[in-house]
């Protein structure tokens, strides 16, 4: 139950979830940002119509489409934009990773929502002077698709010379590049936990469990909750 | 003890809370707002004098009936406000009901206080450049009621066309709408729990209890702890 | 070890600390800040000197001496300012006293200290704007006196009418005003705990020890941890 | 794994740390800050290129050289800049040593990260305004040679009067000034521990070997967490 097609890419390819689950949940990510974009065009209708004067577009002073999707500066290049996704995805799997990896100090479980809402928000606060911080294919496409069909036209996806798809394969990328760094440079460093069973068993779980199998049905409630992700 | 009659209302409708307490709840929540609204105004009487000339207004550049009860923006609609007030008091709930849910891994009672006052720091910091962000009756009734008391006059309750009814009835419905779509979408997909009592019976306490009776009195401490709500 | 004489007074008052300790403790708690004031103006003489052109001064656009102690706004009325003073650390017991009585649902000892630090801090962007938010008389009387020696004169005393009695004098009687609305609107109305030892008898320590006796020397570290107070 | 080179010397000097791994700490803590310094620059090459016009520079309105390492305000003299440092890094060194000492309520294990960052967050908020606020040697130097090889030349180590030792010598003072502030006027006064091994042996480890011993392997994941040193 992530909310980041990203990281849930990256926990396919760390075996944590099984790949069919990664299209629909995917597919779900995107259409929960849909609805929610629209959600928040309802309520700030008559704002949006007030500040852009009933004319919705991408560019210019009272474009109001960066409310929705990430466009990027008017300096950037297009590779500097890659980079910058790459960058703050990779970060954010970096920061999430070690959060339940029982061989290296583990958060306890009730502090890994507000730890990760943090993360989130320093890397939003960072790196999103680029091109906005998507960091988060479906917190991109979804809201670029709302605006698509609540009026701002076909220039949201084609502008900036179709400058769409950088959010939402970028992230997808560098959710790997951090996945593949936090194996190669500090999981693969850990040493392992005592293969017998410790005593209290509640508090250390076996890791192979957490790190190969997908969720059990008991721990969906956790997954619910961590799905600030 | 919880100090929002949209909360308490959601819980009489949930089984939490009994009818019978619904109002003398919400009039000693709009009792304490007045009280505390009051003394806001003596220790800032002479700033708010210093402000406004000594002429206390709704409209125009030095009003200041706004620092106490909530007004709509001038390019705000009637429906728009409602619909910002539901969709804000819903998201309260949302965020609020999970928190000590048995099957959705509550959060250590510890840590509720803090969830809650950051989940309304963080409601109030997104959603109140429409009309306030109130998502409360008490909150806006008491210190509205204040100012028609302090030399305001009736203008706080006739100006925008009798406006205030918004911030009072909408959140009400928004903390139906929000409890109705957390049972919907996630307390009845949520498995069972176990019904054998579990080996530490102090974190986890039956579900029913907790849904459907009133607080014992013994908890009464938890609950003027979590009167953030 | 408490940091602020309004709530040693306070918790003297209520039979916490011993009363022979209230004067040498507010001693040190001026002379700590005295100190610290001295270091901040050591470490900013050189800023001081360059923002104020050498002339150190209470009164004016280049005034400086408000960075060390509090001063009253220009609207300010004497009434205002110790109805200021006292509300705001009437709200500091209020918010301190819950968090370690042990009838009302105590806060974990290590989330003590940043729940302070919160409080604190809320209070002071809350209620600084009339007089400064100095709710602390060591926190206001320390500065104060590093002016008086460093170059601002007696002005920093004589100043508004010998105005500094006012965040010396008032926090104290906010204390008390704070601790006894604590005792008569929430403590005496909370059921008293079972008088049987209970189970785990770590995490819930008899009640009477707590706020009867002065803190047992093996406390001394938790003392130190909470002097956020 | 600390990430600060005052902090692995106060460590060092307190026995905590092995003397011999003072140098190659520090030197991967200056590599770490120089390739991520390089990374910024990367991410940020045509934000820099379009602020800049092209023309990195130390001076000037259009000063690019700061956004990696620090550099003093024109008004403050050197001493006052060397103070700024030691203060800043032994108040640094005072709120970390109290977080594990089992003598002093140390802090549970998963608050030391955020409590930490609070920490470091608070000293860069307060104490930048002289000269940025490094107290971390790595920090600055580190950054300070990607300038270096990254186009802005020498000036970056010959400016303001050869000014780059200061952050590079004074937090390493300031850490061990700080360090014996907290043994000489807190450590020592406290009470011991008790010598028969306590009942819960897991939560209060003997102090000896968290103080005179290198951390134990089975440590090390522990480590990496609170690298936020």
């Not at 760390?14 to 597919?27: E, F, N």
């Not at 701002?152 to 560098?174: D, H, I, K, R, S």
């Amino acid at each position: 139950a992530h909310l980041n097609p990203a990281v849930t890419l990256s926990f396919c390819s760390l075996g944590r979830v099984p790949w069919v689950k990664l299209l629909p949940y995917s597919l779900c990510q995107v259409l929960g940002a849909y609805l929610a974009s629209g959600l928040v065009f309802l309520v700030y209708y008559d704002a949006i119509m007030d500040f852009s004067g009933g004319n919705l577009t991408v560019y210019g002073a009272n474009e109001t489409a960066s409310i929705f999707a990430t466009y990027p500066s008017e300096h950037l290049s297009l590779s500097s934009s890659i980079l910058d996704q790459v960058v703050g995805t990779a970060m954010l799997m970096l920061c999430i990773l070690p959060l339940d990896d029982q061989k290296n100090s583990p958060a306890p479980d009730a502090l890994i929502p507000p730890i990760v809402a943090v993360v989130v928000l320093g890397i939003g606060m960072s790196m999103s002077s680029n091109c906005g911080g998507a960091i988060n294919p479906a917190r991109d496409l979804g809201p670029r698709l709302l605006t698509l069909t609540a009026g701002w036209g076909t220039e949201v996806f084609t502008c900036y010379n179709y400058w769409f798809w950088v959010p939402m394969m970028a992230p997808l990328l560098g959710g790997m590049v951090g996945s593949g760094m936090y194996l190669v440079f500090i999981a693969w460093h850990l040493p392992d936990l005592p293969t017998n069973p410790p005593i209290d068993s509640s508090s250390t779980k076996p890791t192979t469990e957490v790190w190969k199998q997908p969720p059990a049905p008991e721990k969906e409630g956790v997954e619910l909750k961590t799905a600030v992700f």
